[in-house]
């Protein structure tokens, strides 16, 4: 794939985990980067003159997007207005190429999140412009996010295998798949090797030198058997 150069991408979720590192790698391959996020005065789930005017002269989207829920029906109504403001505005705009940030297995495992991400790829799909969709599995970080979601002596942690990848490595590729042509699917991104989420987030623990119990949980059913890899 053949990169262009001096492109302008929009990167929207640009504050986040990975949309930060996004931002670090367009700058470092001299391309523009744009942040499309509420504290540069663009909601993304309103959409309207303030996106229009930000995706102005934009060739590309990356969309890391992101709400925290475990709810399908939150997830869903986020991702599906989201994707549409900014597929709709950059029709608009004259975007080139949208890039979308997803996650590898969500179509065997029914969480409510998954839901969500699932329809973003659907919107996406569906939608106007030439597109790439990359799934990565969770991030190192996802270990810390899994602790400080609830806080307090006990930290309760789903029963999960793993193949965690550097959100920093994660951005590489979203950008190298921005500056290409698009491509639908691309291949999933994974990280060197297979992990447990309890024995991650117990290295965590020690590496924080807090001191919490705990406590490993089995998701039910079909839900727990993909997560466990039993499924």
């Not at 996106?51 to 869903?76: H, I």
Request: hydrophobic residues 45%; aromatic residues 4%; proline residues 5%.
């Amino acid at each position: 794939m053949k990169e262009r150069v001096g492109m302008r991408v929009a990167v929207a979720g640009g504050t986040g985990v990975v949309g930060r590192y996004v931002v670090e790698e367009l700058a470092a391959a001299g391309q523009e980067a744009v942040v499309l996020s509420r504290s540069r005065g663009v909601d993304l789930l309103t959409g309207g003159a303030g996106l229009d005017a930000a995706l102005d002269g934009v060739d590309a989207v990356v969309d890391v997007s992101n709400v925290t829920t475990t709810s399908a029906r939150k997830a869903v109504a986020f991702f599906d207005t989201v994707g549409r403001h900014l597929l709709d505005a950059g029709e608009r705009a004259g975007v080139r190429h949208h890039v979308v940030l997803s996650i590898v297995g969500i179509d065997r495992v029914g969480l409510g999140y998954y839901q969500g991400k699932l329809r973003q790829e659907d919107v996406v799909k569906e939608g106007p412009l030439p597109w790439t969709v990359l799934r990565a599995t969770q991030f190192h970080e996802f270990a810390g996010q899994t602790l400080d979601r609830v806080p307090g002596p006990l930290a309760v942690v789903p029963r999960m295998r793993t193949q965690p990848v550097a959100a920093r490595e994660v951005a590489r590729h979203l950008v190298r798949l921005a500056l290409a042509p698009a491509q639908g699917m691309a291949p999933d991104l994974a990280g060197p090797r297979v992990e447990q989420l309890v024995d991650m987030v117990r290295r965590l623990l020690r590496a924080r030198h807090e001191r919490r119990l705990v406590l490993p949980v089995r998701m039910p059913g079909a839900v727990g058997a993909a997560m466990t890899g039993d499924g």
